[in-house]
Structure formats: structure tokens, C-alpha cells
């Protein structure tokens, strides 16, 4: 399993022109990204709420993703015992495919205003599985791991021009 990152994207309006699942699909194509969930909820103005959920994974491979998590998570908790009892229950919890539920769905529709989308996607980072391995490999350990976004750099500017 590759990283995972979870995307929160907000939209005005409800014009979409189509662009966004092609464009998933050349990063699925090319083994960049893998989309493990998706779950986008729409409001129209009147409030009328429209639910779309995608994933690139199988019933199978959903469930050996909740396997791993819980396993993970199961073995933080309760050791190699928990790790098997995480793994059950990961399984279990996505059984119907998704990481996402129609809780979270209403959750999110609840606090978008009208005329509004919100979008959750999970997407695995499938090109980071061999250049992490290699590093294994070669002996290395991940010290950090963080995201550099234009907006920082800015601040980061603004910063020396305060001094």
C-alpha cells in the first residue's frame, strides 16, 4: 500500500465541466494515483442534495484496505492481538467498497450552503510504493514527510519581507 492522502475540495456552484474524473483516470492509467474513495455531494439552491461515490477498488480490494488500516490500527492498540482483531474488523467496515458512508454524506451536505459541492477523495500514491521500498531497502527512514504548497512559499515570503 501506498501513501494516502485525503482531499477535502470545496466548489462554488454547481457547473462542473466534466474535467475532473478524466483527468483521475490518466493518473490511474499512468500508476500515479489510485482513488480508494471518493464521496461528492452537490446542493442545488434550493437545497436538493445530489451523492456521488467512486472508487478504483474491487469489493476484495476494499477489503484487504480496511484489513491493513485496522490492522494498523489494531496492532497500535493491543499489539499483535489487536492487529488481528483490527484487521477484521477493516474488513468488515468496507465490505459495501467505500471508506465513506451516507453519514458522512448528510454530515457534509449539513454544512455546505446551498448552491454549493464538497468533494472527500482518499487517493493512494501508487508511484511512491517502489521509490519507498528502494529507500527500505537501501537502509533509510522517513524523519518527515510534509507538503509544500505555493500558498507557503508566500508566507514564507512575506515573512522575509517583515523583517
Known amino acids: 500500500m501506498g501513501p ?4 477535502v475540495i470545496g466548489f462554488e456552484g454547481n457547473n462542473f465541466t466534466g474535467e475532473i474524473i ?4 490518466k493518473l490511474k492509467e499512468h500508476d500515479i494515483v489510485r482513488l480508494v474513495d471518493l464521496l461528492f455531494v452537490m446542493k442545488d439552491d434550493e437545497g436538493e442534495i445530489a451523492i456521488l461515490q467512486a472508487s478504483d477498488l474491487d469489493q476484495e480490494e476494499a477489503m484487504e484496505f480496511g484489513a ?3 490492522a494498523l490500527i489494531g496492532l497500535g492498540e ?3 492481538e489487536g492487529a488481528e482483531a483490527g484487521a477484521a474488523a477493516g474488513a468488515e467496515a468496507l ?4 471508506v465513506f458512508d451516507e453519514e458522512q454524506a448528510w454530515y457534509i451536505a449539513d454544512t455546505i450552503p446551498n ?3 464538497a468533494a472527500i477523495a482518499l487517493l493512494e500514491h501508487v508511484w511512491a510504493i517502489p521509490f519507498r521500498d ?3 531497502r537501501a537502509g533509510g527512514v522517513l524523519l518527515a514527510d510534509a507538503w ?3 500558498t507557503d512559499l508566500v508566507a514564507v515570503g512575506l515573512e522575509a519581507a517583515a523583517e
Open 4 to 7: 494516502v492522502q485525503m482531499l
Open 95 to 98: 465490505e459495501d467498497g467505500h
Open 22 to 25: 478524466p483527468e483521475l483516470q
Open 115 to 117: 448552491g454549493t459541492s
Open 68 to 70: 491493513t488500516i485496522g
Open 134 to 136: 528502494t529507500i527500505q
Open 148 to 150: 509544500i504548497h505555493p
Open 78 to 80: 493491543n499489539g499483535e
